[in-house]
């Protein structure tokens, strides 16, 4: 890793947007070093609208406050689909370990073709719907710039990745991490959100001002990702680690309860940006030398992201929810 100050690199993306050839190539550059030595960083400047985000966060808040049965009427059900409410416990990032204290809600752009899955919006929350939508779009636009610099970066055509996500086969999170109770104990390394690595290509997370998320550095120690107001935290998933060939690294991070945190609320919104279902996950020539051949056969995104999902939430009903 480059440097000694075990710190998550802030880059400001306004050059990328705004600037000469010349500046857009040095904040690839400074991404692909990230990417490299961390699959974190944070990004500064992308364009996202302060008050979009806000809405966004207080709509999200104003949802997980509803009644359980409400939100148990747009329950996750299957990896195919992949949206709705998914409550305490009822995810394992990490199975070894017992279910993630935390509640989440996940919608996703829809298609228009006949039997396509859609949204499930709780009934009588018009707003809920209107806010996350137009949330969605624009995480979806700042995730194409970023795949767009992503490309620069491994001297690929500017559209290469963008063309690979353009069914827009993503997913939008609402997490929530609820105060933990008065003398509540851990139990066998129960956790907020356990270990993982996202499934992916990227993840823009938007924090608030808890925190909690800690990051694996690669001599194995865990560093808090302490939220930085103006930024969103950018990381690199399984699928561009593969399809990277590690030039990209997958990195495993978590979100951990943190002493001084347990009786706080703490909030975030994760985009998940992954390629098209049939789009083939095969080496990137630019990504390989003599001494550095293929390290996996080519794999479709959508195999890939099923796969991982059925191990997220195993076989188990989405109504066996838990609760703190």
């Given at each position: 890793?480059?440097?000694?100050?075990?710190?998550?690199?802030?880059?400001?993306?306004?050059?990328?947007?705004?600037?000469?050839?010349?500046?857009?190539?040095?904040?690839?550059?400074?991404?692909?070093?990230?990417?490299?030595?961390?699959?974190?960083?944070?990004?500064?400047?992308?364009?996202?609208?302060?008050?979009?985000?806000?809405?966004?966060?207080?709509?999200?808040?104003?949802?997980?406050?509803?009644?359980?049965?409400?939100?148990?009427?747009?329950?996750?059900?299957?990896?195919?689909?992949?949206?709705?409410?998914?409550?305490?416990?009822?995810?394992?990032?990490?199975?070894?370990?017992?279910?993630?204290?935390?509640?989440?809600?996940?919608?996703?752009?829809?298609?228009?073709?006949?039997?396509?899955?859609?949204?499930?919006?709780?009934?009588?929350?018009?707003?809920?719907?209107?806010?996350?939508?137009?949330?969605?779009?624009?995480?979806?636009q700042t995730a194409g710039r970023v795949l767009e610099a992503f490309?620069?970066?491994?001297?690929?055509?500017?559209?290469?990745?963008?063309?690979?996500?353009?069914?827009?086969?993503?997913?939008?999170?609402?997490?929530?991490?609820?105060?933990?109770?008065?003398?509540?104990?851990?139990?066998?390394?129960?956790?907020?959100?356990?270990?993982?690595?996202?499934?992916?290509?990227?993840?823009?997370?938007?924090?608030?001002?808890?925190?909690?998320?800690?990051?694996?550095?690669?001599?194995?120690?865990?560093?808090?990702?302490?939220?930085?107001?103006?930024?969103?935290?950018?990381?690199?998933?399984?699928?561009?680690?593969r399809w990277t060939n590690h030039v990209f690294c997958s990195t495993?991070?978590?979100?951990?309860?943190?002493?001084?945190?347990?009786?706080?609320?703490?909030?975030s919104i994760a985009f998940f940006c992954h390629p098209n279902k049939?789009?083939?996950?095969?080496?990137?020539?630019?990504?390989?030398?003599?001494?550095?051949?293929?390290?996996?056969?080519?794999?479709?995104?959508?195999?890939?992201?099923?796969?991982?999902?059925?191990?997220?939430?195993?076989?188990?009903?989405?109504?066996?929810?838990?609760?703190?």
């Amino acid at each position: 890793m480059a440097g000694d100050e075990q710190e998550i690199p802030v880059i400001d993306f306004a050059p990328f947007l705004d600037g000469t050839e010349a500046d857009r190539e040095a904040v690839a550059a400074q991404m692909r070093q990230a990417s490299k030595d961390w699959g974190f960083f944070y990004l500064s400047g992308c364009g996202m609208p302060e008050a979009r985000l806000a809405e966004a966060f207080a709509t999200s808040e104003a949802f997980f406050n509803l009644p359980l049965e409400l939100k148990q009427q747009v329950a996750w059900q299957n990896a195919e689909s992949n949206r709705g409410y998914v409550g305490i416990k009822r995810e394992k990032l990490d199975p070894t370990r017992p279910g993630d204290l935390k509640e989440a809600f996940n919608l996703a752009p829809e298609r228009p073709e006949p039997g396509a899955f859609k949204n499930l919006w709780p009934v009588g929350q018009p707003q809920f719907e209107s806010v996350m939508s137009g949330f969605l779009a624009e995480c979806t636009q700042t995730a194409g710039r970023v795949l767009e610099a992503f490309a620069l970066a491994l001297d690929l055509p500017a559209d290469f990745f963008v063309e690979a996500h353009n069914e827009h086969d993503h997913t939008l999170r609402l997490l929530h991490y609820p105060p933990l109770p008065e003398g509540f104990e851990p139990e066998d390394g129960e956790s907020r959100a356990g270990a993982h690595t996202d499934y992916g290509s990227i993840t823009l997370l938007f924090q608030d001002a808890v925190g909690g998320l800690e990051v694996r550095t690669r001599g194995g120690e865990w560093l808090r990702a302490t939220p930085i107001p103006g930024t969103v935290v950018v990381n690199t998933g399984d699928l561009m680690h593969r399809w990277t060939n590690h030039v990209f690294c997958s990195t495993p991070h978590r979100v951990n309860v943190a002493p001084e945190n347990r009786r706080k609320d703490r909030y975030s919104i994760a985009f998940f940006c992954h390629p098209n279902k049939s789009a083939e996950i095969a080496c990137i020539d630019s990504c390989t030398a003599v001494d550095a051949p293929p390290l996996y056969g080519p794999i479709s995104a959508g195999q890939h992201l099923h796969e991982k999902l059925t191990n997220t939430y195993g076989a188990s009903s989405p109504e066996t929810e838990e609760s703190l």
